[in-house]
C-alpha cells in the first residue's frame, strides 16, 4: 500500500491509516511505518539515479545543475518548515479523523477535475525551464499534504499545473521533491521511535520495506505515461469515491 499510493495523488498517509484500521494492525509508536517510507523512496532514487547523478555530479561547474538543485531545495523548505511546527498537531489530532481523510478525499478530487478542465495553458515544458519562483510555489503546495487525505504528491502537481507547468514535468518536479522531503520525514520520525526499535521486528520492517521499494518501483513510470496522456481524471474520481465511502460507513456507524 505504501509503495502503490506514495507517488500516486491520492494520500498514501490516508491509505495506511485507514488500511491499518480495517486489518486491525497495531504499529506501536508508528516504527514499521515510519520504516518502510525509506523503501519507496529508495525506488524514485533508483528510477532517476541518472539524472541524480548528473546533477550531483555538475554542482560544482554546471549551471544548469546548480539551479536545478537548488529549485529542489526551495521548493522543500515550505514543507520543512510546516512539519517542524505542525507535525505534533497532525499526528495526534488529524491521524485519527475520519471526516477529515473523508472531506480532504472528495475536496481534493473536485480540485484536481476543475484544474483539469481550466488550468493555463502550459508554458513550462521542460524541467530546465522551471523558475526558482514556481518551485518554491509549487514547493509551498505540497504543505498541503500535512492534512491526511490530500496527497503530497496531488497538492504539488495540482499546484505546478496552476503555476504553468505541463503534466509531465509537474509530475517529475514532484517526484524529486518526494526524495528529500520524505527522506527528511524518516529521519525526524526515526529519531522520534529509534528506542522503540526492537530486534524481533526486524523481519517485519524488512519485509514491509522490500515490498514498499518493489511496488513504487513498478508504479512511477506507468504513472507518468499515464498523466501525460489522459491527465488525472481517474485518480480525482477514485478520490471522490472513496471520500464519499467513507462518509457513507460513518454515517453507518463504522468507526
Known amino acids: 500500500m505504501q509503495g502503490l499510493t506514495e507517488f500516486l495523488p491520492v494520500s498514501s498517509t490516508a491509505h495506511l491509516l485507514l488500511g491499518a484500521r480495517v486489518l486491525g494492525y497495531e504499529d506501536p509508536g508508528g516504527v514499521f511505518t515510519v520504516m518502510i517510507q525509506l523503501g519507496a523512496v529508495l525506488a524514485l532514487v533508483w528510477l532517476y539515479r541518472t539524472k541524480l547523478w548528473e546533477v550531483l555530479g555538475g554542482l560544482s561547474s554546471q549551471r544548469a545543475a546548480q539551479r536545478f538543485a537548488l529549485a529542489v531545495v526551495l521548493g522543500c523548505v515550505p514543507a520543512f518548515l ?48 522551471l523558475s526558482l519562483g514556481r518551485a518554491f510555489a509549487v514547493g509551498a503546495c505540497q504543505t498541503l499534504a500535512l492534512v491526511p487525505g490530500v496527497s503530497r504528491s496531488g497538492a504539488t502537481i495540482v499546484g505546478g499545473l496552476l503555476l504553468g507547468l505541463d503534466r509531465a514535468v509537474a509530475a517529475e518536479f514532484s517526484f524529486f521533491l518526494a526524495i528529500p522531503t520524505i527522506s527528511g520525514a524518516f529521519l525526524h520520525d526515526l529519531l522520534d521511535v529509534r528506542d522503540q526499535l526492537t530486534f524481533d521486528r526486524t523481519a517485519e520492517i524488512a519485509v514491509g520495506f522490500v515490498a514498499a521499494f518493489l511496488s513504487a518501483l513498478v508504479v512511477v513510470r506507468p504513472f507518468l505515461q499515464l498523466v501525460t496522456r489522459v491527465g488525472f481524471a481517474w485518480f480525482a474520481w477514485y478520490r471522490i469515491a472513496l471520500g464519499m465511502l467513507l462518509f457513507a460507513a460513518m454515517a453507518a456507524g463504522w468507526r
Do not use: H, K, N
Not at 105 to 115: C, H, N, Q, S
Open 82 to 129: 510546516a512539519g517542524a511546527l505542525l507535525s505534533d498537531y497532525v499526528r495526534q489530532v488529524l491521524y485519527y479523523s475520519t471526516p477529515v481523510m473523508a472531506s480532504a478525499f472528495v475536496l481534493g478530487g473536485l480540485v484536481m477535475l476543475a484544474t483539469e478542465r481550466w488550468r493555463p495553458s502550459p508554458t513550462v515544458t521542460d524541467m530546465s525551464d
